[in-house]
């Protein structure tokens, strides 16, 4: 079913290809399988297909490799702290920390090879592809001046590793696959402790290790249902909220000394 | 089977929260704690974000204190009255707990301070607990019979001035040390963020010298208010609670602590002392360690609700 299907669309892209100047420009669509995603009790996280296609694709087969894809999706960007700790006097405690200024909250990142292979450093630190490359920028305030960079670093590359324990930084280096001449897909999962708001899904299109072209859409991820309506609760009438919490609390003590009659 | 928590925002197994409050509903009915001092760092163990664990397992505390000490007034094992002392010296505690937390932030030394209050008075307090626990246990093998509260005895507490009647603990002792202990119970819970069951119970039995059978019944009544508003507290200034997980937490929490009362019961003073104080060198002990120990991750990621 699937094969025929490619054939079909390898009929259609050639003879589209043939239709057009050979030197023209290629460059990419793409969307995501899903525009929304809700966020019910139910939710255990999810996955989300993206799919796109080379306009003029001068590829001779899909594994031939003329091309790199590189989709990212990031969650909405919050400011981060990194804590350090050390010895003293024995003791372990946090002594150091530094704060970043808004970082993506979520960021997966799936590519046809490595992105360090795909194209300069330059070019991927201008739009933040891969983990080396997002903007991290230190927050500078009264005590946090300005950042030894060897220090700075350090601290970097633990922020991206204790996401990346978390599941909330994900990379897979080798997830996007064409399937035809233009024709490409790649999932990306989304974990159930994905931090809720709007998802930015940016796919790039590398020839050569030029960056050909790319393409933005976004996702929904919003609270439904009884989820939206408990933090909606929760934060415009804490003090409601709070009374609810403990007189529920309460109440299941009372209901429970007494659905005991003498204490089983 | 698994729910998705609102304020936490991850998805968790019920049934593994709901035997999480069981258990630690069952020790907090059995010795008369409340139980945060488990219930926090299981709660994180299990990746609850720290800020939320610290605000919800209060709620927790409400139910399975609530549900003990309903069992133990019926029993007429509650003074009130000096529950009621105590908590509101309690409270002034707390206020004044609340501005130190705040220089101690402002000096950077709050983290230390927490560590190193924590695992010295869970260390202290639960040496103290085991070998009274263990000398009472001598006591009983040697004599046969539980050696009493010594009536007759006056110590420095009987010196004081203001005094007042108790009649439930049959006690005519001065209002001092009863306030003494807590605002210092209340300061301490503001600092380490706990309901203090285990600082409250060798307090009374030792420095107060009530009778053992009271002190268990007027702990928990005390404990149920601390958490009240600890948990209204954490709801309406960090917005910490989720409601969700506190209803699992309790549901297993109110039936452990009926059994962990009844189990209580049948549980001699002596041995339920030694008991108690293992616990406590246990969670001392694995605080301890961390703070001595090599960390395996050096770095960590500051939570952006609270601390």
Redesign the interface.
Known sequence: MRLRACVILFGFMSFASAGVARDTQESVEADASTRQVA???????TEILLFGTVENSVQPSPEAGTYDIVAVVEGVD???????????V?????TS?MRFMPVPSYYAIVSTRPVDEIADPKILDANGIGFDHIRMLPAHSAWNASPDPAELAS?RK??V???EQ?RLYVKSEFGVSFIGRSLFRATVALP??V??GPLTASVYLFKEGKLLGQYKSRVMLQ?EG??RF??EF??TK??F??????I???G???????A?PR?? | MSLYLPIAEMSVSVPVFLLLGAAVGFLSGLFGVGGGFLMTPLLTFLGIPPAVAVATCNAHVVASSVSGAVVHYRRNNVDVKMALVMLLAGFAGTAIGVEVVRLLRKAGLFELTVSLTYVTFLGVVGTLTLIEGINSWRRVQTAGVSSRRKSGQHSWVDRLPFKMRFQRSKLYISVVPPMVIGMFIGFMSAIMGIGGGFIYIPAMIYILRMPTSVVVGTSLFQIVFVAAFATLLHAWQNQTVDIVLAAILLAGGVVGAQFGTAAGEKLRGDHMQILLGVLVLVVAARMGYDLVAMPNELFSLGSLKGS
């Open positions: 966020i019910t009790s139910s939710f255990t996280g919050a400011p981060a702290v990194v804590r350090k700790k050390s010895r003293v024995g003791l372990w405690i946090n920390s601290f633990a922020l590793h204790l996401k978390e159930p402790n931090p809720v609270r009884m989820e408990i933090h929760a934060l804490s003090f909220y709070g009374l609810l919490t403990v529920m609390a309460a299941a003590g009372l209901a429970a000394a007494f005991f204490a089983a």
